[in-house]
């Protein structure tokens, strides 16, 4: 018994030497005997450090955009002034229709283009930022989130539209009113995919609630059939970085992210004021403004 106890012995001890050298022929042969697998515990490591993961009364990040790298805002302002030696007249626009109603309180002038005719600058000139990187949304002020006004109104009064121009948040509700003892023809036309618009009768005294734009780089058109001098604009944004030149041609558009980000300027009878539609590179300083000053509008 104890003799063959002894030679299964050896037996498994040379077993076991010819098993070691194969294993480790097979290794060096695989070329992995020097790159064992990666511990799995390297992936926990690289998920998150654990000192924040095991502190339950951290409080909870707020939500931002991606590009919002430093929770630092800014602003930015300038003016928009027509490339001419003196404003223009407006002309009378020709009413056809309705005189005694759209004409009651004097002559509708042309408000395609409105020069301030002491400092040339141009009133309704659409001005807004968007991100460098297209696919992105602009982060957000805190204050600036939520909508102040769920409704944004346009009115009728006397055959023309008041505001001639005007921007809006998406989410927000066009409110058009007909306060007139004429009817009108509210007819709105966007990009036939994003906005694509209805034409619908506005009897005297109604209102006309437009509870779906969306935001988009295409503006859209207000007109009236009934009255065909009658014309707006709009345009909507999924943001709160926009301005309207005011009648000295300024805006202000305050507590942008700072940072990089693209300016774009849009007036009706010449389209892109500065640029073209891939938008002019700014840089937003953290608690500063950026006054960009005088830009030259073309003439139409
Ligand atoms: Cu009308």
Not at 3 to 22: C, D, E, F, K, W
Not at 121 to 128: H, I, L, R, T, Y
Not at 141 to 170: N, S
Not at 194 to 218: E, F, Q, V
Request: hydrophobic share 40%.
């Amino acid at each position: 018994m104890n003799r063959t106890a002894g030679q299964i012995g050896v037996v498994v001890v040379v077993a076991l030497g010819l098993l070691i050298s194969a294993g480790t022929l097979c290794w060096v042969s695989l070329g992995v005997a020097n790159k064992p697998p990666e511990p799995a515990l390297k992936v926990v490591e690289v998920a998150g450090p654990p000192a924040v993961l095991n502190r339950p009364e951290a409080p909870a990040a707020p939500a931002k955009a991606e590009d919002d790298k430093t929770g630092a805002w800014g602003n930015v302002k300038g003016q928009i002034v027509l490339d001419a030696a003196a404003a223009p007249e407006r002309p009378p626009l020709s009413v056809s229709k309705d005189q005694n109603v759209c004409l009651a309180k004097g002559p509708l002038l042309s408000e395609d283009l409105i020069v301030n005719k002491t400092n040339l600058g141009v009133k309704n000139v659409f001005v807004w930022l968007m991100p460098v990187d297209t696919t992105k949304l602009l982060a957000v002020h805190p204050d600036l989130q939520k909508l102040k006004e769920m409704t944004v109104e346009v009115d009728q009064p006397c055959c023309m539209f008041v505001p001639h121009a005007l921007c809006m948040r998406q989410g927000q509700v066009l409110v058009a009113k007909n306060p007139s003892v004429i009817s009108h023809n509210f007819h709105y036309t966007g990009h036939p995919l994003t906005n694509p618009g209805a034409n619908t009768i506005m009897p005297a005294g109604s209102d006309l609630k437009i509870p779906d734009l969306k935001a988009d780089k295409y503006p859209i058109k207000m007109a009236c059939d009934i009255h065909p001098w009658m014309s707006g604009w709009i345009r909507v944004f999924d943001h709160p970085y926009f301005a309207l030149t005011d009648a000295d041609g300024k805006y202000e558009i305050k507590n942008a992210p700072a940072g990089p980000c693209l300016i774009y300027t849009w007036q009706e009878s010449i389209g892109w004021v500065e640029g073209d539609k891939k938008g002019t590179g700014i840089d937003v300083p953290a608690g500063k403004t950026l006054d960009r000053g005088v830009v030259k509008m073309k003439q139409p």
